[in-house]
């Protein structure tokens, strides 16, 4: 990759991304930097991270845990020293890129388990307490899966509506019952009638990434029986991003207390919760350790 990403990289990639909201990038990430970010979701699932588990006490439970950054020394190398924040700062054309936030999913399907649930229908926007237009996540799947499993995607749909999250205590009743019952539109219910959908997914190797927007509707990728599937989902963001407020009913994702007592809304979203990738601050360039 860190020769060849410019090659993937071209400006008819950066234009879908923009138009669909979702690409597929094969084979970009080289072996090492996967093997980086095993470690590093090993570290989280042995207990040493933020982990916590969606539809929790279900047999198809999962684990989707955010913000481990600071405490995965792994995830600090992958994404200061490998080409994905200079990539990021492409798509965005920012020249300064920083991370909102890294987001592990883990769905192992047996075999004495159940297969686990999808993912609800949902855009991430309404969750995260920002707005602007310089986001892009890299959904990295260190598993093969097929299309069947494999994350999907409504293309166009960042360009249109931005609905309210699903509650994740109700969803399994109803997955458009309102997160926080105000501001947006209740999310549709893309399952009960998919084919009005312009919905895509991808056969996935290891080292592809999916680039996808935040205002992307997306959801599935359900694990079967004798599957494992270990995601990294990164979230980065350029200059033109503020912080922003939410409802207050909820708490906004992933979880920052006291954030919104030094920043106010239309401030630009400079925390330490978020550090910047590119420019590499001085302290991660090999030269500060001469
Ligand atoms: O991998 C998944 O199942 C969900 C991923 C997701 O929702 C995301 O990356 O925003």
């Known amino acids: 990759m860190a020769t060849e990403w410019q090659q993937h990289l071209t400006s008819d990639v950066i234009e879908t991304y923009w138009r669909d909201g979702v690409v597929h990038l094969p084979q970009l990430v080289e072996q090492p930097w996967l093997d980086l970010i095993g470690e590093g979701i090993a570290r989280i699932t042995r207990g040493s991270g933020r982990k916590s588990v969606f539809f929790p006490g279900d047999p198809g439970e999962f684990i989707d845990t955010t913000r481990n950054f600071d405490l995965t020394p792994e995830f600090q190398r992958l994404l200061f020293d490998s080409p994905l924040a200079d990539m990021a700062s492409n798509i965005l054309d920012s020249d300064r890129v920083w991370l909102l936030f890294d987001h592990v999913f883990v769905k192992d399907g047996g075999p004495e388990r159940n297969a686990t649930r999808p993912t609800p229908w949902h855009q991430d926007l309404p969750y995260w307490p920002v707005a602007g237009s310089q986001f892009v996540s890299m ?14 995607f409504v293309r166009g749909s960042h360009r249109q509506t931005v609905y309210d999250g699903f509650d994740p205590r109700r969803v399994l009743e109803d997955p458009t019952l309102p997160f926080y019952g105000e501001q947006y539109p209740p999310l549709p219910d893309i399952e009960a009638d998919r084919d ?48 922003a407020e939410r409802p207050k009913t909820r708490p906004t994702a992933p979880y920052t207390p006291g954030l919104e007592l030094v920043l106010k809304p239309g401030d630009p979203l400079r925390h330490p919760y978020y550090p910047r990738l590119r420019p590499l601050p001085p302290h991660q360039r090999p030269d500060y350790y001469e």
Do not use: M
């Not at 959904?139 to 999907?152: N, Q, R």
């Not at 895509?200 to 494992?228: C, E």
């Open 139 to 152: 959904w990295i799947t260190l598993d093969p899966i097929p299309g069947d499993e494999c994350l999907e």
């Open 196 to 243: 009005a959908w312009d919905i895509v997914s991808y056969d996935i190797k290891p080292g592809d990434v999916v680039l996808l927007h935040p205002a992307v509707l997306h959801g599935g990728g359900q694990t079967s029986a004798g599957r494992r599937r270990r995601t990294l989902s990164v979230r980065f963001f350029g200059e033109d991003v503020v912080y």
